[in-house]
């Protein structure tokens, strides 16, 4: 599929965790992306973007997952995902495992070029503010270690929330430190893992913020998770439903107190 730069049309990279435990950021995301004039593409045979399997060691599988998406996401213009680690899986370490294989390193450089973050797509690329929304409420906001060492978010996301009406923004202590999830290190490393997080929390609950915010599901479950367990009343939300005014839909974690 060739296209033009105006006509903008991004396919949609949904990832797992979206898929399969929040389908509302994806909804969230398309609409973000309808309002700045982008036509919206799901490819159904679109994967695991092989993040796993990358951290778990298995590089024969992962370069067969990647080879998938690859193929997926071929002749799109844009490829956004909801997800700075998914993005930067793609961006950053599709390039390093076919870095022995020149055909496969060409494709996967090229898809590499034109895969975003969603929040820094909307900022950067197409230099696009939400719609206008309102609400009442305090937020702060947590820096995936991915989104913002991997594909320098950090700025972007702050300045698209300071436009939602009524929104105060409470920066937490320590708000750039890792939670702990890492993909499969929460697993590997339960118990170092259960300590970030602890400080993690520790932190925002101080802000005593209404919100909690990111633009990585995985960093999101695992705080949602401890604040649930903590039994902190604060709301947990990905940046896209904020910025797309649903906040209407449950916070993570919410009904399993």
Not at 37 to 45: A, Q, S
Request: glycine letters at 8%; proline letters at 4%; aromatic letters at 6%.
């Amino acid at each position: 599929m060739s296209e033009t730069p105006e006509s903008k049309t991004v396919a949609l990279f949904v990832t797992c965790l979206v898929d399969i435990n929040r389908p509302s950021v994806a909804f969230a995301a398309i609409k973000l992306l309808e309002q700045a004039g982008c036509t919206i593409v799901v490819p159904d045979t679109q994967t695991c973007c092989g993040q796993p399997a990358y951290n778990s060691g298995d590089k024969k599988s992962t370069k067969a997952i990647a080879a998938a998406v690859i193929e997926a996401f071929k002749g799109f213009q844009y490829v956004v995902a909801p997800s700075g680690s998914c993005a930067g899986m793609i961006s950053k370490h599709y390039p390093e495992l076919f870095a022995d294989d020149p055909t496969m390193l060409v494709a996967a450089e090229e898809l590499a070029g034109r895969t975003y973050e969603l929040v820094a797509f909307l900022s950067d690329v197409l230099n696009h503010q939400p719609a206008a929304t309102a609400l009442d409420a305090s937020l702060t906001y947590h820096d995936s270690c991915s989104s913002l060492r991997e594909m320098k978010v950090r700025d972007q996301p702050r300045a698209l929330l300071a436009s939602v009406d009524g929104l105060e923004i409470r920066e937490a202590e320590d708000r750039e430190a890792c939670c702990g999830f890492g993909g499969t290190f929460c697993i590997k490393y339960s118990e170092i893992s259960g300590s970030m997080v602890d400080k993690k929390v520790d932190n925002i609950a101080a802000t005593k913020a209404d919100i909690l915010a990111a633009g990585d599901l995985g960093c999101l479950m695992n705080i949602a998770g401890r604040l649930q367990r903590r039994d902190e009343d604060m709301k947990v939300l990905h940046v896209a439903e904020v910025l797309a005014g649903m906040t209407d839909v449950p916070g993570l974690g919410e009904g399993e107190r």
